[in-house]
């Protein structure tokens, strides 16, 4: 593991953000996977975002990217609720579709070693928050086993693709998303209502419809409902909430 850049934030005495840092965290011999921390002082949790799509931001030694996913777009978001965020990249393109690679244990490895790089790096509980085929790689770890599950506090999904799903033994509070307009095929409202639906009584869950917005270009992309575009705010305060009460 180690620092491979600190980004001085413009206005660090007056934000609660304190600074951005780059993190590589190391994967056997191979390409480490890079993670970018927005820390804020006195944080309550730390989020764990991993990105729809291919899952490549590219997140350069300073902290930048060309990607325009909602995370990347967002991740400052977090800060006034105390909560630190962690944009987590990958290596190597993770495909889409039935073609994915995000539950082989190559990239399933990679998320444990990052939870528990942040758990023991910032002592804070940790939250895994994956959006459209970021929703896979959270799922399939939580349902990964119980010494899996006892690492995190909770899981988010929003525009969830139509094969993730949650174990009925899982007991971490799960929080869904979805906005009432996505026009994505691979990520129907029905799935995001299902996976709440489907938790066992006792099981802290929550559904959260959101509507408005704009919409443009791809239906399956950032810009569009299913990437939350101009409702970023209330995106990020609905999952907010949720760890914070939870």
């Not at 590219?58 to 967002?74: E, K, P, Y």
């Not at 929003?158 to 174990?167: E, F």
């Not at 129907?188 to 509507?211: G, L, M, N």
Request: overall charge neutral; proline content about 4%.
């Amino acid at each position: 593991m180690k620092l491979v850049h600190i980004i001085v934030a413009i206005g660090v005495l007056t934000s609660p953000i304190a600074y951005s840092q780059v993190f590589d965290v190391q994967y056997k011999d191979d390409a480490p996977t890079r993670t970018l921390l927005s820390p804020v002082k006195n944080a309550k949790a730390v989020v764990l975002l991993f990105p729809g799509g291919g899952g490549v931001l590219n997140l350069r030694d300073d902290g930048s990217t060309t990607n325009f996913h909602t995370f990347v777009r967002s991740k400052d978001l977090w800060a006034q609720y105390g909560i630190d965020s962690v944009l987590v990249d990958t290596p190597y393109d993770l495909g889409a579709g039935m073609r994915n690679s995000r539950s082989i244990r190559d990239h399933q490895q990679r998320i444990l070693n990052v939870v528990s790089y942040y758990r023991d790096k910032l002592s804070l509980p940790v939250w895994i928050f994956g959006h459209s085929m970021g929703t896979v790689s959270v799922t399939e770890f939580v349902n990964g086993g119980k010494e899996k599950e006892k690492l995190i506090a909770g899981v988010i999904v929003a525009g969830t693709y139509r094969s993730a799903m949650v174990d009925s033994d899982v007991k971490v509070p799960v929080l869904a998303i979805h906005h009432v307009d996505d026009g994505c095929a691979s990520t129907p409202f029905v799935t995001s209502e299902r996976i709440i639906e489907s938790r066992p009584k006792q099981a802290v869950s929550q559904f959260i419809q959101i509507d408005g917005g704009i919409s443009e270009g791809d239906v399956c992309g950032s810009k569009a409902y299913h990437g939350f575009n101009q409702k970023e705010p209330e995106f990020v305060k609905a999952a907010a909430q949720f760890i914070l009460k939870n």
